[in-house]
């Protein structure tokens, strides 16, 4: 297997700058900040093909946070584009405490530039199943996408994740980039604009576990 260059850029427009050389690069919410789906197809509006553009142009991948808006329901998402095309866009799953958003339903996973991607969108990082599902689909890496970091919880969060499911984990959270890798270490930076080095290599265990209760007798009685 080789190894992936990912560029973060925690501070900054899509298509405001030049990117560094990479394979992925990935945008928190300033990338975008809110689209109308409405505006969208009505070309009054052409974000989400500016992601598409900028992956043609650039012939990179390119994972960007944002708000839609849709019939007045509002979300936080992901819009993923490559080679030109725009693959999807997916929405957080989970919404707290009566926040403003509206779910989304299903897992964000993605082949992008050649590597299996799964989405983390804000909350969805409190809930281990996420990262459990996309580890089973073999991914190779999962991106974490927040708006804002409220509190030193969230990199402790990908850290044991990257560790206990073997996947690892870029998060852009505000202003700040992390990679956790699945070895239990943890890399922080402030940049505007910061560049990992991951291995896209999955590696498995085989783990046996004892139980009573499966009975290879035939059942009469379905």
Do not use: W
Not at 32 to 53: H, I, Q, T
Not at 210 to 220: A, L, M
């Amino acid at each position: 297997m080789y190894n992936m260059v990912f560029c973060v850029v925690s501070e900054g427009e899509v298509g405001k700058s030049e990117l560094p050389d990479c394979d992925i690069a990935v945008y928190g919410f300033a990338g975008l900040g809110e689209v109308d789906f409405e505006k969208e197809l009505m070309g009054d509006s052409e974000k989400f093909e500016d992601v598409a553009r900028l992956s043609k142009k650039t012939e990179r991948g390119i994972i960007c946070g944002c708000r839609t808006v849709s019939r007045g329901l509002l979300r936080k998402s992901v819009a993923v584009a490559d080679r030109g095309k725009l693959l999807g866009i997916s929405d957080m799953n989970h919404v707290l405490d009566g926040e403003q958003f509206k779910s989304g339903v299903g897992l964000g996973f993605y082949k992008v530039n050649g590597c299996k991607i799964g989405l983390c969108i804000e909350n969805d990082l409190l809930f281990p199943d996420t990262f459990k599902a996309l580890s089973l689909c073999g991914c190779n890496a999962v991106i974490a996408i927040l708006e804002e970091l409220k509190d030193g919880i969230p990199p402790l969060i990908i850290r044991a994740y990257s560790y206990l499911y073997g996947v690892p984990v870029i998060m852009c959270a505000g202003k700040t980039a992390y990679f956790a890798d699945v070895s239990g270490a943890i890399a922080t930076s402030t940049q505007g604009v910061s560049l990992f080095e991951i291995s896209t290599q999955n590696r498995y265990h085989i783990v046996t576990t004892r139980t009573r209760g499966i009975s290879s007798d035939n059942k009469t009685d379905y």
